[in-house]
C-alpha cells in the first residue's frame, strides 16, 4: 500500500490511497490542508489521510489469505535482496542489522512485535557504548567507555536513530509487500528528538597546514585533495587518471554516496596538486595509491590520519570526514551560498548542508553584533 499527495492545478492538494491486490486499485481519500483546518472527514492532515489510507487497504484485502508469520530475520532477508539492487551502502547495512538490529530482534516475529518492545530496544542501543574495532582472534567485542557526557549521550542516541530509521525501513518493506499486516507498532515509535544537530568540527587554516606538512609523503596527497576538493574517501580513492580534467580544471565523481555523480571544479592549487598527480599515469589507474603501489582500501587511512594529527599537535585527533568539514566550513564563512556548498558536496538536498553550515553562512547575525555598544571600551588587560 501507498500513501500518495498530488497536486492539482487549482493549487490544492489531494490524497490518494494505492493498493496492489493483483493489480493496482487506486482511492481518491480527500483534499490536503494545504489551504484550509483539516476536518478528518474530506479535509486531511498527513496522519488522517494514513488512518483512511488503512481502512482502504483493511477493505480491499479482506478475505485474502496471509502469508505465514515471518520473523524480523526473514523481514531482513527480504530487505537486502530488494536493497542490493537499488542501493550502493550493502556492506554497512548488512553490518548494522547483524550486530545491532538481528542479535536482538531477529528471532522475533513481526507480528507480535509492540512498539514497548521497540522503544525498549532503541532506549538499550542509545546507552550501550559504541563499539571498537577489535581483532578478528580477540575472545570479546571490544568497547569505548559508556556515554558520559551530554554530547556523548547526543552522539549515541543519534546513532541509535540512524539504525531505527534502518529497521523501520525493513518492517515498512515487509508491510508494504503484504508480508505483514499491520504496521502500527513501528509507527508508534519515535526517534530521540533534537540529537542530530553536532557541534560541527573544522581546521583552522595553521592546523591545516600543519597537518599536511606532518603527513607521509604518500597520504599527504589525499590529505590535500580532501581539504581542496570536500570528497569523501571513498571516492578520492576511488578516482581515476580519465577522471581529471585538468583543461577544465574539474574532476569527475562517479561514484557517491547519493548515487549522483558531479563534477567538482578545482582552485589553482587544487589544478596544480592533480596535475602533478596524473604525471606519468594511464588513464584507467587510480590516482591515489599507497607507497607501495596499492590502492587504498577502506580505513586505510585511519591509522596515518591518527599518526599525522600526533605529528601535528592537533588534539583531540580528527576524523577524514572532518577535512569535508573544513572544506565546507570554509566556503561558508567565505560568504559562498548554501546551495552551492550543497551541490559542491554532492548532498541530496540543502537541508543537510543548512543543518551543518547554516550557523556559519549567516551574515545577519554577524552584522548584528556590531550594533551593541562598547560598553566602556575597557581592554582586559588594563583591568586591575
Known sequence: MALAYRRAEDGYGTWQARVWDGRYNYRNLGRADDHMEANGIDVL???????????????????????????????????????????????????????????????????????????????????????????????????????????????????????????????????HDGLVGDDTAWRQVRPFPR?????????????????????????????????????????????????????????????????????????????????????????DQLAFVKKDGKPWGKNHHVRSLLEACAAANIRPAISFHELRHTYASHLAQAGVDLLTISKLLGHADTRITSRHYAHLADRTLAAAVTKLPSFGGIPVSAVR
Not at 512498539?115 to 538499550?124: D, G, P, S, Y
Not at 570479546?140 to 525501513?169: C, D, H, M
Open 45 to 175: 492532515d498527513f496522519y488522517q489521510a494514513q488512518g483512511k489510507a488503512r481502512v482502504v487497504f483493511e477493505t480491499i484485502t479482506k478475505g485474502r489469505p496471509h502469508s505465514a508469520p515471518i520473523t524480523v530475520a526473514d523481514a531482513a532477508k527480504h530487505y537486502l535482496t530488494w536493497y542490493t539492487e537499488q542501493r550502493k551502502a550493502v556492506r554497512e547495512t548488512e553490518h548494522t542489522l547483524r550486530v545491532h538490529i538481528l542479535s536482538r530482534l531477529g528471532d522475533k516475529l513481526v507480528s507480535e512485535l509492540t512498539a514497548l518492545q521497540i522503544r525498549t530496544w532503541l532506549e538499550r542501543l542509545a546507552a550501550t557504548p559504541a563499539r571498537v574495532r577489535t581483532s578478528a582472534f580477540a575472545k570479546k567485542q571490544g568497547y569505548r567507555k559508556p556515554p558520559q557526557t551530554a554530547e556523548q549521550k547526543r552522539a549515541r542516541r543519534a546513532t541509535a536513530n540512524r539504525i531505527l530509521s534502518i529497521l523501520k525501513a525493513l518492517l515498512n518493506k515487509a508491510f
Open 195 to 283: 540529537v542530530d544537530e553536532p557541534r560541527i568540527r573544522f581546521l583552522t587554516d595553521a592546523e591545516a597546514t600543519r597537518l599536511v606538512s606532518a603527513c607521509r609523503p604518500d597520504f599527504r596527497p589525499l590529505v590535500q585533495a580532501a581539504l581542496l576538493t570536500g570528497a569523501r574517501v571513498g571516492e578520492l580513492t576511488a578516482l581515476r587518471i580519465y577522471d581529471v580534467n585538468v583543461a577544465t580544471g574539474q574532476i569527475y565523481v562517479a561514484q557517491s554516496k547519493s548515487g549522483r555523480p558531479r563534477f567538482i571544479p578545482l582552485n589553482p592549487e587544487g589544478a596544480l596538486l592533480f596535475r602533478q598527480l596524473i604525471v606519468g599515469k594511464l588513464g
